[in-house]
């Protein structure tokens, strides 16, 4: 593969040809709000979404004789600390994760004294930030002001936004992140789902320099129309103390971070969804799409299993120039679900887009170890003292490109250096159990938490060199051929729910969802086309290394390289069958 590929870091999924559909700028969004001749405007904030500046601007067009804001009902800060300490505890990275709702950081009697406000008014009001709808009168004019999460966190990293009810805008990210990701989104995404066929306009200031409104119905009709095409969603990027140059070279990245370690490219919770109308985008999170038509994309049996998450996740790891992975363990099922709250775990596996000259992926461990010695090395180590001797203890296992390692949940494993992986796993993401990270410091100067006791507890001790042989590595079987295509089944453990196969061709290959999602990448190859046999979506083009999404109420699909030479595809489905 020539350096340079056309990877499309900014995928549209194209809904109309007039930009006449959405309003941009601030001038244009009030025009079409006065147009609906409202009274009272209810504009519900997803938690990092800058209220301040969407009541300022609102404001200086409405001009409301009274303005309601949903902050001032946030209860005390001594009675958030009650609520949320038992949900948070004292870990730096991890929490449980709970049932909280917005309504739950509301007091009940700023509540009902601000709705008694907005029901005594005659004239205009305008009730505005995080809770704001559920202050709101039936018959108000409900805008939703939706928010990326990738934006969220970057405005968190540059103090901008602290948390839901917090005065913390100096807090250090990674405990605002933490606090994020267990309870403001949760507790947002629940109600989001209540509000998503109710609003009246969506809200876009992802952008501050130039704010977008779409109305509600369309909306939701361009969400019908994703759920039955294949789309990408919108990848990002983050450097890390590990990262790599690969996807810099490759996808020509901007030069200002000082490598890129991840890649998420289909992590729906995480990415966002571009609107096309014409040439004005509109951004959404991804998750939106999940919440409202999760049976059409995922496709019942896999609905019925996980409900409204996706939960197959694909992203890329780059340690091409850079270093080893953190060593590493995730929780098994059961330690997930009694400590944590989640009803399933991280299994993952590592597919190997490309391998440097002596690449090598660490996994399982050397037979006839000591589990006692092992640890103590472990915490001898994180207390300062002398490296922990990897090598003395975990297999290394030399890859190359388009190797496809299994790495079921508690197994000890990580990337060595010189590797670009295509992580292909289960959503959990967030827990991981770091044993050992080579004794470097994160970017931000700090050393970066080590989970011991959590990893003590869920190392698979006979996962030793023989049985890592036998039932992780070098499992690739040839499924079927014809005269233009194979198929091989890569060969995910037993313990993990999720199938994989590969697709080598110079023709067209025929595919099928089988009735439920199928996520994609073409790891071999410069461009491939998807494509309906019965022309229900038009052709969509995909390039070397994107990950694209195949929703389940698409049914029968197919793919065929539009340039000469081999291609290949990496295809995760859920096993929906024993």
Known sequence: MKLGC?????????????????????????????????????????????????????AAGFRPSQVVRASACVKAPGELTALLEPQLGEDPVFARMNGLEIADFLDPSKSNAARGRISKCQESVLIVGTGASLLAPEGALLVYADMARWEIQTRQRNN?????????????????????????????????????????????????????????DLFRRSLDTA?????????????????????RRLFGLPDGPPNYAWCFDCVPEENSLLLGFGGTRVEIPSIDLV???????????????????FPIRFDMLDTMGGGNLSLQVHPLTEYIQDKFGMHYTQDESYYLLDAGEGAVVYLGLKEGISPAEMLRALEHADKGGSPFPADKFVNRWPVKKHDHVSIPAGTVHCSGKDCMVLEISATPYIFTFKLWDWGRLGLDGEPRPIHLEHGRENIQWYRTTEWVRQNLVKRN???????????????????????????????????????????????????????????????FVVHYAETFIVPAAVGRYTIRSTRPGQCATIKAYVRTNP
């Open 6 to 58: 056309e990877y499309d870091r900014y995928p549209v999924l194209k809904i109309s040809s007039s930009s006449e559909d959405c309003a941009v700028g601030w001038p244009s969004v009030l025009e079409r709000l006065h147009g609906s001749k409202a009274r009272l405007i209810c504009i519900e904030c997803y938690p990092g979404a800058n209220v301040e500046e969407i009541e300022q601007a609102v």
């Open 160 to 216: 901008e936004i602290g948390n839901l009810g917090a005065q913390n805008l100096t807090e250090r990210a990674s405990l605002k992140y933490k606090r994020s990701f267990f309870v403001d989104w949760r507790a947002a995404d629940r109600l989001k789902k209540r509000l998503l066929n109710r609003f009246d306009f969506l809200l876009d200031t992802n952008d501050r320099r130039a704010p977008k409104l779409i109305s509600g």
């Open 227 to 247: 759920v039955r095409r294949p789309f990408r969603v919108v990848p990002f990027f983050d450097p890390g103390p590990w990262g790599g140059e690969w996807m």
């Open 291 to 309: 919440f409202s038509h999760s049976r059409e994309l995922l496709g019942e049996a896999v609905h019925g299993r996980f409900g409204t998450e």
């Open 477 to 539: 079987r040839i499924v079927a051929t014809a005269d233009d295509w194979r198929e091989e089944r890569t060969g995910l453990h037993e313990r993990e729910f999720i199938e994989t196969r590969r697709h080598w061709f110079t023709g067209k290959v025929e595919h099928n969802t089988g009735g439920g999602v199928n996520v994609l990448n073409l790891v071999e190859g410069p461009e491939a086309v998807v494509e309906s046999p019965e022309g229900k979506f038009d052709p």
